[in-house]
């Protein structure tokens, strides 16, 4: 009799700690603000902002749930997202898309504006930019602040709550990307093609520090490894894309040919992207990486059973999912149509494609 009542408490204990448990998992949940929101939408989520045909007025957000648990089945991918949420088009040409602080901010660059959303897509403010300003281009946060890069040759520092200006900084020629880094911004100016420098933003008093040289028509910055990492576009003629590192010391070193870049647990993912029929967006890729560690290339691609169309379409970006280091990279459709996504395992191994439900996909961000 001892026994069976020493095995019936060993048994309610399993179960209230398995209750204890998922009452722990509930708990530590995200809750996102998804306020007014037409759709119930997973915990994780991610965004893809696809940036449309200029001047169309046609730059949407799609919404995937990489978990696939969406309640209704048709939430697991949800087109036009944004206008399903707020019954108007989101804007002209979607430049940049970013989640700070629970809130999704988008830089649209022909509408000249930055809305600001909840986790829903649903809105909740913007701002435009005037002629003087220049058209906004691309984003970084930190301390309550977004950092918009114009094209008038300043970085304006804008309070994410309230979203007003509070003050610029002048930089170089037609900024592109922004990165922040050890309590610096880092701004490649790429004057249309023929600037050369990035600039060093010091955040604390928010004034330039220094430009350093990097190979001309700097577009592409990353940080990984605390160190910053430049993709160069060239001239279009003799000298190529160039993937560049800054060093300690200010300088700049070249490393490879590459197009583009994303990176996950010290290690860079680039892809080189050589496009030679425009018409239908077609070329070869090259996937290689980068130990930001040790310094080292290798040459192997990262990918190990990708689809023959993922080295043959032209290539838009690519972005890794923090948490589970799955790769997802984006496509030109063939000709005038709707973009891809690839995604890949963080091991190389292929997951699955699927239409990214816009025109030129531009950035994907994940919530988790």
């Excluded at 204890?20 to 998992?25: N, W």
């Excluded at 603000?33 to 037409?38: C, G, L, M, P, R």
């Excluded at 977004?146 to 970085?155: C, H, N, P, Q």
């Excluded at 002048?170 to 880094?181: H, W």
């Amino acid at each position: 009799m001892k026994t069976k009542q020493l095995l019936w408490s060993m048994l309610c204990m399993l179960m209230l700690l398995g209750s204890l448990t998922a009452c722990s998992d509930d708990d530590n949940e995200k809750k996102w603000n998804d306020d007014q929101s037409k759709v119930e939408l997973p915990g994780k989520r991610a965004f893809i902002l696809n940036q449309g045909k200029s001047k169309d007025n046609n730059a949407n957000i799609t919404f995937y749930a990489p978990n696939k648990d969406a309640k209704a089945n048709s939430n697991n991918l949800i087109y036009k997202l944004y206008y399903l949420q707020n019954g108007e088009a989101l804007g002209d040409t979607g430049q940049d898309i970013i989640e700070y602080e629970d809130n999704i901010y988008v830089i649209l660059y022909g509408s000249s504006k930055m809305v600001k959303l909840n986790t829903a897509c649903v809105k909740e403010a913007e701002i435009s930019f005037s002629e003087e300003d220049g058209k906004p281009r691309y984003m970084a946060a930190d301390n309550g602040k977004i950092y918009v890069t114009l094209y008038s040759g300043k970085v304006a520092r804008i309070d994410a709550s309230s979203m007003k200006i509070e003050a610029y900084v002048g930089v170089g020629k037609n900024p592109e990307q922004i990165v922040k880094s050890n309590g610096k911004l880092y701004v490649a100016n790429s004057g249309w093609g023929a600037e050369k420098t990035v600039s060093v933003i010091n955040l604390n008093s928010f004034s330039k520090e220094k430009d350093i040289e990097v190979v001309i028509n700097p577009n592409l910055l990353l940080e990984a490894n605390n160190e910053i990492f430049v993709i160069s576009y060239g001239n279009f003629a003799d000298i190529p894309y160039t993937f560049q590192r800054i060093k300690a010391d200010g300088t700049s070193e070249k490393i490879a040919t590459a197009s583009y870049f994303a990176s996950h647990n010290g290690i860079i993912y680039l892809i080189h992207s050589d496009i030679t029929d425009w018409k239908e967006y077609a070329g070869t890729n090259k996937f290689f990486s980068y130990d930001t560690k040790t310094h080292q290339l290798n040459n192997t691609s990262f990918l190990n059973n990708a689809p023959k169309a993922i080295s043959i379409r032209g290539i838009r970006g690519m972005d890794v999912d923090p948490k589970t280091g799955d790769i997802y990279i984006y496509t030109y459709g063939k000709g005038l149509v709707n973009g891809d996504v690839f995604r890949f395992k963080s091991d190389g191994t292929f997951v699955e494609t699927f239409d990214c439900g816009g025109l030129f996909p531009s950035k994907i961000i994940f919530l988790q």
